[in-house]
């Protein structure tokens, strides 16, 4: 036997752990989502995320690891305090390294997936301040304008559906969570909290 043919059997075996045997594919993807949460702000918000990737297709499983890039606009809030009235607006971009699982779910053109993130969130909180009073009979009123910003720490985990049409186009559906560490917004140290997306996004390969 030659040493050729000794080492194919560890090299197959390796190939099939590690899926190096599957194809390996570039994959772009584009889409939009709905989003409420944040400690910041409870209203639904509105946004647009992107990503690419490689994504290995063997068997049983598929994996994807990639980067996605994602805004989010329109949560906004209103309230009142006394006689203090406030609006607010979070716009937030995210940046992330995704790593996912795809398991076909009979037919390969049908899979279902769990994924997770970790990166970094700029949170940018503005808006206008408004308060009104009385001094000794004379009525005043303080219009004031804020705008902070932070990058912080940006967790995630999501699940849904991929949904192959043909060979190189598809469409993605699932639920994400977001978390958020700790910024520092208005000279305090805050928790942004949590925040909830369901996004659908256009599939490409490569």
Known sequence: MTPLLSVRPLISLF?????????AELQVGAGAGVFTGTEY???IGYGLEGEFGYLSQGQPINLFI???ASYVDGLASSGSVLNSKD???LDLFEGTLVGRVLIPLGA???KIYWEGSVGS???NVSGDAKIKGSVRGQDFSINSQFDESDWVLALGLGAG???DFTQNIGLRVGYNFHSFGDSEIFGL???PGSMNGITSSLIFKF
């Open 161 to 163: 559906f991929q949904f």
């Open 15 to 23: 190939s099939a752990l590690t899926l190096a045997t599957a194809t």
């Open 108 to 110: 390969d053109a049908i």
């Open 41 to 43: 702000d409870e209203e």
């Open 66 to 68: 990639g980067v996605r």
């Open 121 to 123: 969130a700029n949170l």
């Open 189 to 191: 140290n805050l928790d």
């Open 87 to 89: 609006s607010s607006d």
